[in-house]
């Protein structure tokens, strides 16, 4: 019994020592920062359409399916949000809203202008993306990383030291936009309706900023 005191005590004072050295170590920390803009190359869009009836609401679907998928968009790319009916309303108006994707082969022209129909209520971006964005995102981190320690470094040989192991590295949550609106689009916050009014606004990706990428990471590294 006598032993095994010894031993424990003997691994507590090893294990306080450990510690205590390593709590006496010198250390810096520093936040790295980095930046990037992405080219968005896909756009989510709503669109609303009415009808008089059930009937032609769904016809006036099916026009939609065919003049989306006549302008290359897939069937799998068009979801179902909405269904609405204004039971208040002399006409009981039937309204639904869909979404579709676009990419950046799709001719935005051409397709703009085949869904201006009466039948079309209104049409807006729900949101914009990069399917490599995942990949972006990794990069700018490690960029973020890297400029700690390159700050790391400068700081401390301007005083004659230099930069040791890790000790701490921290993501720090910072402002990042993966959905923008297009330029022309920022003063109506509202659907966008597509009437004569709004016949010449540019529904192109040529018309929309780019995805903006921010993270800062924190870091401590042991001062040699």
Same mark, same amino acid.
């Given at each position: ?103 950046? #082969? %799709?001719?935005?022209?051409? @397709? ?11 049409? !807006? +971006? &729900?949101? *914009? ?58 003063? #109506? %916050?509202?659907?966008?309706? @597509? ?11 040529? !018309? +929309? &900023?780019? *995805? ?13």
């Amino acid at each position: 019994m006598k032993l095994r005191h010894f031993l424990l005590i003997g691994l507590f004072f090893i294990t306080g020592l450990i510690n205590a050295q390593e709590t006496k170590k010198n250390f810096i920390e520093v936040t790295g920062i980095a930046e990037m803009e992405v080219e968005p190359d896909e756009i989510i869009f709503n669109v609303g359409i009415k009808g008089d009836n059930k009937n032609q609401l769904a016809d006036n679907e099916k026009q939609l399916f065919e003049t989306l998928k006549n302008n290359g968009v897939k069937n799998e790319d068009i979801k179902f949000k909405s269904m609405y009916q204004n039971i208040y309303s002399k006409t009981k108006i039937f309204t639904k809203n869909l979404q579709f994707k676009v990419t950046k #082969k %799709t001719n935005m022209a051409n @397709l703009f202008e085949n869904l201006n129909q009466k039948w079309i209520t209104s049409i !807006n +971006i &729900d949101e *914009i993306r990069n399917t490599k964005i995942a990949d972006y995102r990794k990069t700018v981190k490690i960029n973020a990383l890297k400029a700690a320690k390159e700050k790391a470094d400068y700081l401390l040989e301007s005083m004659a030291k230099k930069t040791g192991n890790p000790l701490e590295i921290v993501e720090i949550e910072d402002y990042t936009s993966d959905t923008v609106l297009p330029m022309n689009f920022r003063a #109506k %916050t509202a659907n966008i309706q @597509l009437e004569a009014a709004d016949a010449n606004v540019n529904y192109s990706f040529d !018309n +929309i &900023d780019n *995805i903006k990428l921010k993270y800062s990471i924190k870091t401590k590294y042991e001062i040699l």
